[in-house]
């Protein structure tokens, strides 16, 4: 594993860097509200930042995102990359490349994703029209198409103005939506493996705004804690203050770290669904507690709602509930080792010459029971 940077993506983090400090203000961003920042979206497009990502790669957005999370920049930089230059990158025909990466690049057309998908809630057509709601929808607001999974998690592209988007008021410091979808024409995108190569994609490319967001915290906190007196000395000298502070720090790079990876294997063509689990895991997990102690460590200024570190909570918070539960996390992650060791082993050999263990009901009763073909498919009773 390399994680250094090319010259290409360093460029491209300097860049980033520079514009998210330049326009993403606190000023700037109160102002906002829940709204996307034209002239910062306009700034980034017309930089050519958009563009790059298909040259520079997930591991040169992840590091870009970092710079956005450090100011929690009001832009739906991470969606339009991910769920439109990225998936379409990958996995949009020749057709839909070439009418849609333009106007991506340049920032008139504005993807969005239903992700994760759920299950069950959008059914589509042969004839590729889909019915079904998606509660909410980040960025909706802001965007031109929306990237749909359907019950069989197919990937379907959608224009907004051919369904219904009507607002959502949460939590969150960005616009979101609820999406109506009722006989509305869709075009296919990808095939079976999109699904789960763009929701990597996406686990991966938060997972890098996550690290941000985390970072802007921490250098906040920092800050403070070092600037502020009290007994005559500054609050950065107390023991307590030091460990808060190194901890949030730990849990700050392991979500880099595992974003890193999962990004640089993406680009090297290597399996990455579980690397993009573990960052996920650790953006959602680790993410929570950094951005809480971003707070701790304010004491009472932590705990005024029109404070810059307040922005980091909140964005801190709504990126671990989009990443989804750790628990949920952790549980998908042991299912997908599972599922890759013994694939392994039935490629050394056939399954009826493995150990197999006897299930607890079959101890009670004296049996021993070999193992179904539905439950060795999740790895059950098959010893390792």
């Known amino acids: 594993m390399d994680f250094t940077p090319t010259e290409e993506q360093s460029a491209v983090r ?91 690049r340049e920032g008139s057309t504005v993807v969005t994703g239903a992700f994760p998908a759920s299950g069950g809630r959008v059914r589509a057509t042969a004839e590729g029209e889909l019915t079904g709601v998606v509660p909410l ?9 929306v990237l749909v999974p359907d019950e069989e998690r197919r990937l379907w592209l959608v224009r907004v103005a051919d369904a219904g988007a009507e607002p959502v008021e949460t939590t969150a410091p960005w ?44 250098a906040r906190a920092v800050q403070h804690t070092s600037t502020r007196e009290q007994f005559g000395r500054p609050l950065s000298t107390n023991q307590g203050v030091l460990l808060r502070a190194a901890d949030a720090y730990m849990d ?7 974003s890193y990876e999962a990004a640089w294997r993406r680009d090297e063509s290597l399996p990455y669904g579980t690397h993009a689990l573990t960052a996920a895991w650790w953006a959602s997990e680790a993410g929570t507690r950094v951005v809480h102690a971003g707070q701790h460590l304010h004491g009472g200024l932590g705990a005024d709602l029109e404070h810059p570190v307040h922005r980091h909570f909140l964005w801190g918070r709504q990126l671990d509930a989009y990443l989804g539960c750790g628990g949920e996390l952790l549980a998908e992650l042991g299912e997908l080792i599972v599922a890759e060791k013994l694939t392994e082993k039935l490629a050394e050999e056939p399954l009826e010459k493995l150990v197999v263990r006897p299930s607890v009901e079959g101890v009670v009763r004296g049996e021993t029971e070999r193992p179904s073909a539905e439950g060795a498919g999740r790895g059950e009773g098959v010893g390792a």
């Open 252 to 258: 700050t790079e392991a979500i880099r770290v595992t």
């Open 14 to 104: 300097e860049l980033a860097g520079q514009i998210f400090g330049d326009l993403a203000t606190p000023e700037r961003l109160a102002a906002a509200g829940t709204g996307s920042d034209a002239e910062l979206w306009k700034a980034l497009c017309g930089a050519g930042l958009v563009a790059a990502v298909e040259e520079v790669g997930l591991l040169g957005l992840v590091l870009a995102l970092e710079e956005q999370g450090r100011t929690t920049a009001q832009v739906p930089f991470a969606a339009s990359c991910v769920y439109g230059v990225l998936a379409l990158g990958a996995h949009g025909t020749a057709g839909q490349r070439d009418r849609l990466l333009p106007a991506l």
């Open 175 to 218: 616009s979101a939506g609820r999406l109506t979808l009722d006989g509305t024409p869709a075009e296919r995108v990808g095939g079976a493996e999109a699904y789960e190569d763009v929701l990597a994609t996406a686990r991966t490319a938060f997972a890098g705004l996550q690290a941000g967001v985390c970072a802007g915290s921490l």
């Open 137 to 145: 929808v980040s960025w909706l607001r802001d965007a031109t198409h």
